[in-house]
Nanobody, 121 residues
Framework: QVQLVESGGGLVQAGGSLRLSCAAS????????MGWYRQAPGKQRELVST???????NYADSVKGRFTISRDNAKNTVYLQMNSLKPEDTAVYYC???????????????WGQGTQVTVSP
């Protein structure tokens, strides 16, 4: 069984910073791409950022220059450093990871339970 557990969300004023973490645990053989998505009330879930096993990154235009994604492969953990936060960044942030389990031959996408980020004006 594979689990993704997020942490680090909370309430912050505009201009502030938060750091999200997502740790994958269970019977894991390999993790490919890891990433962060978010969903604001009344909106569809959208991509925030992704990172490959080798460290290649991708960002949504709305967060470029403000957010930084990183990962620790030894800990099966991905991070999202969010700086210069804006009220429009308010959303539930979800971690996603493409994982091959020990008894599996294919990679499968797993999602975390989500963590709330609220940015006040």
């Amino acid at each position: 069984q594979v689990q993704l557990v997020e942490s680090g969300g909370g309430l912050v004023q505009a201009g502030g910073s938060l750091r999200l973490s997502c740790a994958a645990s269970g019977s894991i053989a390999s993790i490919n791409i890891m990433g962060w998505y978010r969903q604001a009330p009344g909106k569809q879930r959208e991509l925030v950022s992704t990172i490959t096993y080798g460290g290649g990154t991708n960002y949504a235009d709305s967060v470029k220059g403000r957010f930084t994604i990183s990962r620790d492969n030894a800990k099966n953990t991905v991070y999202l450093q969010m700086n210069s936060l804006k009220p429009e960044d308010t959303a539930v942030y979800y971690c996603r990871a493409n994982i091959r389990g020990l008894l599996q031959t294919k990679f499968i996408d797993y999602w975390g339970q989500g963590t709330q980020v609220t940015v006040s004006p």
